[in-house]
């Protein structure tokens, strides 16, 4: 018996909470970068379980999946290979890096160096890399997960705006409830679940949802609602730098992907008001005052939210 689409994102979102317990938003903004076909960077304190959560979506999807855990001395072959002189035949062979997999764990992607992180442009906006002179394809379905400290300084590398620019979703996770906590103090160890963690989907069964989202209808009504809170943040007096035009697609697409998860066929302005800060805010440079990056990326969610607030809403 073929299974909804709604039944699909159910015991994705349920299969992921058994090792990110309390978090079923959070899921769901992750399942919005894999539906929408984007990449989404997971930035917190230490100990949220941000990694965790990365691999346990990567898990809950039946497709090949590898951690790169980022280093000052990774160089861009440790991501996308190397050619190396095979002596028997005398020639080049390929060897492909981690980066050639349906989902990549870039864990800790600020500690290594600019021209290291540089590395994951292409593959980020065009699902390819360039090694040698020869273009390869990644494969499909392809997504990056990235995760970072905001809070530390030493041994890290601010990523520069054209690489947030690549991740279609910033999210925080945030502390647990008190029960929740609760809960996984009595779990203690999580990665016994991980480990035990079964997918649910398949690769083409993913690839099957996210043509899916590109059939969501969109009105445009709603598309001229996001294209002015986009202007809005390019006319706002404390925005230093505005969205671009790819933070427009992201948002337009972010929204088909959250009214498939919510079980609609189309997109609604609360759509637009949820993922709004998710995609735009991590994508604006604003005249900042505070001192750390956790207090320039608090100004930025307060100036997307304030822009929201001030565009009307279509009826």
Known sequence: MEISTAEQV???????????????????????????????????????????????????????????????????????????????????????????????????????????????????????????GV?????????????????????????????????????????????????????RDPRRTLSALQPVLTADEVIALQRKVEEVQVDDSVAQYILEIIQGTREHEHVQLGASPRSSVALYEACQARALIEARDYSSPDDVKSMAVPVLAHRILVKSRGTTPGAAARERVNVINEIVSRVPVPV
Do not use: W
């Open 135 to 187: 273009t390869r394809e990644l494969p499909n379905p392809f997504m990056v997960l990235a995760t970072q400290n905001p809070i530390e300084y030493e041994g890290t590398y601010i990523l520069p705006e054209s690489q947030l620019d690549r991740f279609m979703i910033r999210i925080e996770i945030g502390y647990p409830g008190g029960e929740d906590e609760l809960h996984i103090m009595r779990r």
């Open 10 to 132: 159910s015991r994705l979102v349920d299969n992921i909470e058994q090792v990110v317990y309390g978090k079923r938003e959070v899921v769901k903004l992750c399942l919005v970068g894999l539906l929408a076909k984007g990449h989404v960077l997971i930035e917190d304190v230490p100990g949220i379980g941000k990694t965790t959560l990365a691999q346990g979506l990567a898990r809950s999807i039946d497709c090949a999946f590898h951690r790169i855990q980022f280093t000052s001395d990774m160089l861009p072959t440790d991501i996308l290979g190397v050619s190396i002189l095979n002596p028997r035949s005398n020639e080049f062979e390929f060897r492909p890096g981690p980066i050639f997999s349906n989902v990549v764990l870039a864990d800790e992607v600020n500690r290594t160096p600019p021209k290291t992180q540089s590395a994951l442009l292409e593959a980020m906006s065009e699902s390819q890399v360039s090694v040698d």
